[in-house]
């Protein structure tokens, strides 16, 4: 779903489940991450029940023809959102006496060379595209040391679990984020055999789960801990970007959550539909219909709108 570039390309929830300690994730954890699956799975195509084309014979594969309405509508929505790159202003000190002004012009300049290195432009497009179908996105900003600057990149919600404060579900309280990593990776960051005890296979894949809170950071790799200790930013790296989250949660949910289930059933009445936002579907019939098939639409319609 993400545009490619520094980031991971998508969610597959099947193989990042395997990474998880067993008991580290809630019900409401396997819940959400099942909601991504078929979130993705509809805005990339999987749309209802495939209809065999007129001269189909029996033993011949069905094949389908999906107009992706929802894919399109949510892109374009997402294009009007980010038309452009965010843009910002670094304000001097004490209104610009005393060298501040240029300090402050610097620091806009420097904070616009790292926009375009890391093509932050793009990335937040991409997020907000993945907020709208998945419901959440996620980026990691930590600090690479060989390169002097930030580091963004783009997380998996489905590799994400979150505590928040019992009384402000809006109050983070620590992140657990659980991933692959292959042994050259890990060698990489200093995780080799002689800094970490570990006897690294450079072409396996090894289980990483990342605690953090506020001030400290604990790292396992295939269930040893490498690292436990002070966080070295004082803050939780993660920034969750929540879609519409209800007001007693954390997590946000997807925009094609409330029509789905009902064009999904109108096609396999035969009738196709699209949702457009909030509790609107749109229908969008031939420019030549008749009575009889106006009824027969109208029927359709009356008989899945019952079902819900």
């Known amino acids: 779903m993400l545009i490619a570039g520094p980031w991971q390309a998508a969610v597959d929830t099947g193989a990042e489940r395997a990474v998880w300690p067993p008991g580290a994730l809630t019900p409401a954890d396997e819940a959400r991450f099942g909601h991504y699956a078929a979130a993705q799975a509809f805005f990339g195509g999987a749309q209802g029940v495939t209809l065999a084309r007129r001269g ?19 892109r374009k929505t997402t294009s009007y959102v980010f038309p452009a790159a965010v843009s910002f202003v670094v304000l001097p000190d004490g209104g610009g006496g005393d060298g501040s002004e240029a300090a402050a012009n610097r620091a806009e300049r420097a904070l616009a060379d790292v926009v375009r290195d890391l093509d932050l432009a793009r990335l937040d497009l991409a997020l907000a595209l993945d907020a709208s179908v998945l419901g959440d996105a996620a980026v990691k900003v930590t600090w690479d040391g060989s390169k002097g600057r930030p580091r963004v990149v783009a997380v998996n919600p489905a590799t ?5 404060a019992a009384d402000d579900p809006r109050a983070v309280r620590a992140v657990t984020h659980a991933y692959a990593l292959g042994g050259a990776d890990l060698a990489d960051i200093g995780l080799d055999a002689a800094g970490s005890g570990l006897d690294l296979d450079p072409e396996r894949a090894y289980p990483v789960v990342e605690w953090w809170s506020d001030d400290r950071w604990r790292m396992t790799v295939a269930g040893q801990v490498v690292r436990d200790g002070e966080n070295p930013y004082g803050w939780i790296p993660y920034v969750i970007a929540t879609n519409d989250p209800r007001p007693f949660g954390f997590w946000g949910q997807s925009d094609l959550l409330d029509l789905v289930d009902v064009c999904v059933e109108l096609k396999s009445e035969g009738l196709l539909a699209k949702q457009t936002h909030g509790n609107i579907i749109r229908f969008a019939p031939p420019l030549v219909i008749q009575e009889k098939e106006m009824e027969e639409a109208l029927r359709i319609i009356e008989k899945v709108l019952v079902k819900f």
């Open 56 to 74: 189909t014979g029996r033993g011949q594969a069905a094949q389908q023809l999906v107009f992706n309405y929802a894919r399109t509508m949510l």
């Open 160 to 164: 994400l679990v979150v505590r928040t």
